[in-house]
């Protein structure tokens, strides 16, 4: 037998869509994170309500590695639809448990099959009929911790967060996994080398976190009232968290009363147009969606960009074009989100490359919505979005609300109502707006999409029109240098890499096998960061998951001339997250530059 | 010399905007005038009136009246969205809507209909001429079967009619008016305005540039010849006492969320305003008969309005602070720990 491999392989569970695997796969995971084992999951999940193959990968990393794998080293082959494909993904010496049912016959020997009578269990052991199906699942996860050496007290402490909410479902789950880790007892010996061990030293103070978790705890911290929506993956989720939360964090006790709105729009328009309405009235305000849900917001955003109403806009990628892949990742929006709507219209766009900063930027989104007065866009992804990340606890806001410049009856009083609301009085591009309902004879304003003058009058004059354009240029300006900086990690390298979103992860590994530098971008429009950065490298590398190479295309036009062939391009885009190895293998072969 | 002044202090020209761009004779400009009387009238506050529009020649009209209210000319035909997203952040405000048949009917019947269907209180005020005025001269939705184009072309098509779509889905106020009958218009307005819900009025409003020939079902000689009121309307506000004095058996009274009153005279059929299936009858008769029929036709008082079944606070959400919204330390250090 050969040397063990210790908290270092990816399992992957192939089960069928709809049956309760879900629950099983999640339970899974935490009971190793529970042993301080980082994990990093990946959920595969088919467009469809129950029947279609999904498979669930859980990688497993002493240095906690949160990118995809595309090597299998356990699978659980549950779904005899796609057995004999699944059988093919699982690396020399690997480990197969499957139902025994399964033939093996004329299967590959390379691997060790640990073949369980998963049905005829489940028919046996599992008293109630009606959770059969549902606790058949959780006898796989039994026999894993029997392969793996799993701890009971970890099972039982999955077991129990999983059903925080249903404790009652706690015994008849512990039972059924309890089934399938007897039966690995009683019927095998192990035969290969994987192995998980409890240990210290990464992931304590971390949590486990979806990235739609995390804005929806974002927005409510950066007081969020009114939520419209349409249901959309990979994005509904999030709305979906908005409602869950309120309910346990925004509604009174005594009465009922909800300190926010959240309603779920005939379409797109609407829900955006709903947003528009109340940030334009006032309230904190955003909607939620994916790429063919944006797609119907263009016109909308249009008007919020010229007519200056803040809003925010959650997108939450999915792959394209058209209706696309619904349930796959892509960062392919990046370009059409940056000037959604005709004309010359350009937004700020925040880019989360992390479930913390899906918390973070999804709070301050609301200050440079409220500050900018303009939309703010907060591209994730589903991997970022619908995966459970490793993260450290989101911290405390210590600021209060920027609501930007809003003059209430008093200001308007000391101006002796003397104001524009198109008026640049700072020369920052940014100007002052009244609220709705501001007791003051001068406070009213007519807001418009169609061309205005300082005085929010229609206008088609030539200067007053080109003076708005050219203000509200400064006002991106303004606003380019205030959003957050890209992070750089650099130590002198020749090559350096360029990542934005959840490409993170993926590079964050890939720069173990090979010396760069690296930048990661968090918001457009770009900062000068990024040109002065690809200045002090000889070439570096555009990584992102888009056919086009969209930020590459961005990052060139900002780049001075002599700079733009020190750029080149690695995309990846067939709908599974970006693995390390899909950044490493190119810059290899460009570069040979080993760490 | 005095002015007069309505409830608030405020004087008839304190109501008004700015000068029309719309054409002569208009029918959009009498309905700027009667809103102007309404709303001096009622003694609204400029500062709580929120003015809506989608795109078209109906929703430039906002501009026209009440200038020191806060104004938002949108998108086209998507008034309904925004004005549910304001009346959310601030349930204070008087959302006052103005569209057109083409704003209303065609780009922007979906958020019609789901508007009304949530019942946001607001007054969602049609003006109706069945023709694109702005694009020079198309049929909108609205144009009736047969109706002919200036230049001759005869309409082949159904035409949607927003007071029966709105009856169909149980909107809690539906009237129809014609912009020449301000006697009748302008305590519909009023009525709209003190009703807590979605109420739609329909008005008439004939396009003297592209649909006031012969031929055309929307013009001032058709809608004239044409028109049936089903009852005088009169408006009682919740200020002024009640004082009828007409024949028992002759008026029905209406009253409303805010304690004001809306008072029918009855003119040839008695028509009961809070049966639905009466109001749909009514319509389908006077269409039958190639009659106009005018007047309210349903209203529904005790229908919850949006922002009640929401359960939001009286106090507008746009006010609330960190401490509102945001958990506490306790709860946001609790919530962080159940992720582990």
Redesign the interface.
Known sequence: MTDPIVNDLTIQAATVNGSGSQTANLVLTRAIFHMGIPVAPKNVFPSNIEGLPTWYQLRITPEGHMARSDKVDVLVAFNVATWREDLKTVRQGGVVVHEEAFSTADARTDVTYYAVPFAKLAKSKIQSDTLRKQLANMIYVGVVAGVLGIPWESIEHAVR?QF?AKPKAVPVNLDAIKVGFDYWQDNFSKQDPYRLQPMTGVVEG????EGN?AAA?GA??G????V?WYPITPSSSLCEYVIAYSDR??TGSNN??????V?Q???E???????????????R?MTSTSGPGISLMA??SG?AYY?EVPVVIFDIQRIGPSTGLPTRTSQGDLAFVYTLSHGDTKHLVLLPGTVEECYEFARDAFDYSDRFQTPVFVLSDLDLGMNLWMTP??K??EK??DRGKVLTKDDLEKLAGDWGRYRDVDGDGVTFR?????????????????GHDEMA??TEGADAYARNMDRLTRKLETARHALPGPVIDESGQKVGLIAFGSTHAAVVEAREAVSVDYLRVRALPLSDDVARFVARHERVYIVEQNRDGQLFDLVRLALPPELVDRVRSIRHYNGQPIPAAAIIEPLSSQEMVPA | MSTTVNRVGLPRDAYKGAATTLCAGCGHNSITNHMIKALYELGVEPHLLAKMSGIGCSSKTPAYFVETAHGFNGVHGRMPALTTGAHLANRQLIMLGVSGDGDTASIGLGQYMHMIRRNVDCTYIIEDNGTYGLTKGQFSATADLGSVQKKGAVNTFQPIDPCAVALALGCSFVARSFSGDGKQVVPLIKAAIAHRGTAILDIISPCVTFNDHDGSTKSYSWVKDHEESIADVSFIPFFEEVHVDYEPGTVREVRLHDGSHIVLKKLGEDHDPTDRGAAIKVIEEGRAEGHLVTGLLYVDTEMSDFASTEQIPERPLKDLGEDDLRLTREDFAQFMSEFA
């Open positions: 967060r925080l971390k949590v486990l976190v978790q705890l409510l911290m007081g969020v009232t009114v419209a964090f925004r009922g009363e909800k300190r926010i709105s309603v729009a005939e379409d328009l609407a829900a955006v147009g709903m947003a528009i309405g109340a940030g334009w009235a006032g309230a305000a016109e909308f008007l007519a606890e989101f405390y806001p209060p609300f009244t609220l709705p309902g501001t007791d003051h004879p001068a406070a009213g304003y007519f807001t418009r999409g169609s009058r229609y």
